[in-house]
Structures are given as C-alpha cells and as structure tokens.
C-alpha cells in the first residue's frame, strides 16, 4: 500500500509570476523561525515512544503521512549567495490545488492554481489578481515547487543510514524526535532538491546529513541541511487543515497590468 502510494505523482514545479517590470528572481528576508527545543520533562509525558524508523521504512512511511494528510503548508527557507529567501506553498493535494507566497524587492507576490487555472497578484496587478492561466502575459517568472512529498521521493532507495540525533525536542509546540538521515548521493535518481542549497547532484559529497524532525504520528515536522555552506530549512504544518484556497471572486479579479 505504501509503495503504491508513493509513487503519485504531483505537479512537481510550479510558476510564479512576478510583475511585468519585475524581475525573474528575487530575496525575500527570511522571518525568524524558533528552533526546536530540547526535551524537558514539564513539557512532556514520560511515556512518550517513537517507532524506530530504518533506511528501509524512512520515505514510505513519512510519504504515507503527508498523502493521507491531503493538505498542509510547506515552507523553505535558504541563505545562499543571493541571501535568504523564502517562500510559502499551502498545497491541496487531493484537489492539486496550491497558493504559493513569496516576497520580490517589488514586493509580495501571490499565485493560486484552482482548477487549472493560475491567479497572480502582485505590486504590477494593483491590489488584485491577474488570470495568466494562459502564461502569454510576458510577465517574468520563478519556478517554485509545489510538491511537499518531492523532498522524500527523492531519498527513496538513497538512504543508508538513521540515526537517533538527540533527546525529543518540540517544534511548533509539537514533540519531535530528531533523526540524522545520511544519504548516499550516487544512488539518487532526482537530485536533493531544494535541499541541495542549489549543489548539482554531480559536485554533491558522496554522502550527505540531514536533520529531520518527525512526531508520533510519523510526520515530518522540520528538514534541514547544510550542503557547501548554504543552510536550507523546510517546515511542514498544518497537517490536514483546510487552507481556504479558492479562485479570486470576479470583483478581485483585474484584467490590465500596472503600465499596461
């Protein structure tokens, strides 16, 4: 059932479109994000157990969760060269249905996909949103992925190693234990990710580390990495939370742009 699972597919990149004076890329300043917590007995039950998670079960069974989730927020955030950038993705993946959230110098820029349909609304749309379903509006884009189970598909057969990183801490108020995820990446078939920092596969190490943070119900919470001095940070919430993503009504909806 797992493996049946985890091989559906999501729309794995998805285009924002920022203004039509804009850029194609852009910094956005990365929000303070609290670290996870180390374990104090006020905070947590004595009880508390986690099954053991191998090289074996790690992707199948943190896929599973996040597909019977249906729905959540993927956040990511980086500091590479360019600086740190951010970006907010609330994800359907029952309907395929997202909002992706960003920040250009320009400034905010938001994109919905309803129904196969793309709404944009940034500082060149005048306060609403744009129909660019068709893509033929010559505004600049940033590929962005929409697909939160990417990240694990990725390591599915990569795996080599899971090791307990430390006591139960709490992120987002949620107990979580830390896993250390070491990596083979000569086994890798679609690279790390966002999780590469942006490395090719072919100049990644020939294992790598990463930190993630899974609760009792075997969702990830937080994924970390550090790959040539570039930190990437994914946080995953609202685990089944209906995220209200619905086409702009008529009256939100502008048909010219700023200058057009």
Partial sequence: ??????????????????????CASGTVAAKPDPKPTASAAARQPAHLTWEQLTPETLVPTLSESMLS?????????????????????????VQSNNRVNVTLPEGPVEV??????????????????????????????????????????????????????GPIGVVGDVPAQPYEVVVATSRLTDGLGDLSGGVPREQLPATVSLTFWVDQQNRLLRATSNIAGTPVEMTFTNWGVDAGITAPTEQQITNTLAGG
């Fill in 1 to 22: 059932m797992r493996a049946t699972r985890l091989t559906r597919s999501l729309t794995a990149t998805f285009v924002v479109v920022a203004t039509a004076a804009g």
């Fill in 112 to 165: 919905r996909s309803v129904d196969g349909r793309r709404f944009v609304k940034a500082p060149g749309t005048k306060g609403k949103y744009f129909d660019d379903t068709k893509g033929d509006a010559g505004l600049p884009t940033v590929a962005v992925g929409v697909d939160p189970v990417r990240p694990l598909r990725a390591l599915y057969g990569a795996v080599i190693a899971v090791r307990l990183a």
């Fill in 69 to 93: 989730a249906r729905t959540l927020t993927w956040t990511t955030r980086t500091n590479g060269p360019a600086g740190p950038t951010e970006q907010v993705v609330d994800i359907d993946m």
